[in-house]
C-alpha cells in the first residue's frame, strides 16, 4: 500500500540535544512539509520542500533544519536551539500544487525531558 | 499576509444533532479542502471544491465553495459519535507555492 511513514511514533528529548525525525513517502509525490501542532492548536508549517535537492522555509522554521536528497525522504531536525520543542509534528506529502490534497504521516509526539 | 479562519473554535452537540463549521479566506482561493483529525490522530484528507458555488455531499457531510470562492462550509446531519474530531479547512498560498493555508480548525464534541 502506498503511503507516508513517520519514525518514530514517541520520542524524548534531553534539553540540548538535536533529534532527527523520519519521514518517509512511497507515493511518487513531488513535494513533502514537515507541520507542528500544539495541544488543541491548529497546523503551523514549519518547512516545505516541492522538489529534491530543494526546499524553504515555513512560518516557525527557526530551531529546525531538513534535508531532501531522495524524493522519498524528508527527515527534520530539531535542533538545541529550539527552546520548546515539545509538540506533535506531523509530515504531509502532495502532488505538486497541493491538487488531491495532502497524505499525511501519523505523526511523532515529541517530548523534552 | 493571507489567512484562513474557522468558525467556530468548538461545538459541543447532542448525538442527533446537526453542526456546521465556516470557513472564511482573506483571498480568493483556487479550491478549498478539508481535513478531518480524530482525537490522537493525524488529519486525513476529506473533499476537494473546486468551482464557484459548488456543493459536494459524502454521506451525511455536505460541502459547500462559495460563490465567490473566499469562503466555505461543512455542514453534517444527524451527528454521531464517529463524527468527534477537529475539522480543518485549507487553501492554496498565492504564489504557486503548493503551500496550504490551514484555518485553526473546528473541534467537534458529540455526546451520545
Known amino acids: 500500500d502506498g503511503g507516508i511513514t513517520q519514525s518514530p511514533k514517541y520520542l524524548f528529548r534531553k534539553e540540548g540535544q538535536n533529534v532527527t525525525l523520519s519521514c518517509e513517502q512511497n507515493?511518487?509525490?513531488?513535494?513533502m512539509y514537515w507541520y507542528r501542532q500544539d495541544p488543541g492548536q491548529g497546523l503551523r508549517l514549519i518547512y516545505y520542500?516541492?522538489?529534491?535537492?530543494?526546499?524553504q522555509k515555513g512560518d516557525i522554521a527557526e530551531g529546525y533544519s531538513v534535508s531532501r536528497e531522495k524524493k522519498e525522504s524528508f527527515p527534520l531536525t530539531v535542533t538545541s536551539a529550539q527552546k520548546n520543542p515539545t509538540a506533535f509534528y506531523l509530515c504531509?506529502?502532495?502532488?505538486?500544487?497541493?491538487?488531491?490534497?495532502?497524505?499525511f504521516g501519523s505523526g511523532t509526539r515529541l517530548t523534552v525531558v | 499576509g493571507q489567512q484562513v479562519m474557522q468558525i467556530p473554535q468548538y461545538q459541543h452537540v447532542q448525538e442527533g444533532e446537526d453542526f456546521t463549521t465556516y470557513c472564511n479566506s482573506s483571498?480568493?482561493?483556487?479550491?478549498i479542502q478539508w481535513y478531518k483529525q480524530r482525537p490522537g490522530g493525524h488529519p486525513v484528507f476529506l473533499i476537494q471544491?473546486?468551482?464557484?458555488?459548488e456543493v459536494k455531499k459524502q454521506k451525511r457531510l455536505t460541502f459547500q465553495f462559495g460563490e465567490a470562492k473566499k469562503n466555505s462550509s461543512l455542514h453534517i446531519t444527524a451527528t454521531q459519535t464517529t463524527d468527534v474530531g477537529t475539522y480543518f479547512c485549507?487553501?492554496?498560498?498565492?504564489?504557486?507555492?503548493?503551500?496550504?493555508?490551514f484555518g485553526q480548525g473546528t473541534t467537534l464534541q458529540v455526546k451520545p
Open positions: 485549507a487553501g492554496p498560498s498565492s504564489g504557486n507555492t503548493g503551500k496550504l493555508i
Open positions: 520542500s516541492q522538489i529534491v535537492n530543494d526546499f
Open positions: 471544491l473546486v468551482k464557484s458555488g
Open positions: 483571498t480568493t482561493l483556487s479550491n
Open positions: 504531509a506529502s502532495s502532488m505538486v500544487g497541493s491538487l488531491g490534497g495532502y497524505t
Open positions: 507515493l511518487n509525490h513531488d513535494a
